[in-house]
Nanobody
Framework: QVHLVESGGGLVQAGGSLRLSCGGP????????VGWYRQAPGKQRELVAG???????DYADSVKGRFTISRDNAKNTVYLQKNSLKPEDTAVYCC??????????????WGQGTRVTVSS
């Protein structure tokens, strides 16, 4: 079962920035699509941003223009640059793999994620 590892979360003030990192064993990150998903307290998990193996991307409307997903295949790492953070971005962020452009159908196991807290 594929299991990715997230890092980079923390506490930040509204308007601030964070960069999350997602890595995995071997080339699992570089040969598959990778998505960042978040779950806020009391809410369902949602797709934040995804990048397919071919480079196409998809973003939730709520983060367009503020978040940027990118990948470094040489490092087998996917990043999520988060700017202009808002308190409603507070959540646990997890990454997972998907096939093709199936951003909403990740097939790996869910890790513990990295917690992001944005204070007002």
């Amino acid at each position: 079962q594929v299991h990715l590892v997230e890092s980079g979360g923390g506490l930040v003030q509204a308007g601030g920035s964070l960069r999350l990192s997602c890595g995995g064993p071997g080339r699992i990150v570089s040969i598959n699509g990778v998505g960042w998903y978040r779950q806020a307290p009391g809410k369902q998990r949602e797709l934040v941003a995804g990048i397919a193996s071919g480079g196409s991307t998809d973003y939730a409307d709520s983060v367009k223009g503020r978040f940027t997903i990118s990948r470094d295949n040489a490092k087998n790492t996917v990043y999520l640059q988060k700017n202009s953070l808002k308190p409603e971005d507070t959540a646990v962020y997890c990454c997972n793999v998907f096939a093709g452009t199936n951003y909403y159908l990740p097939f790996g196991s869910w890790g513990q994620g990295t917690r992001v807290t944005v204070s007002s």
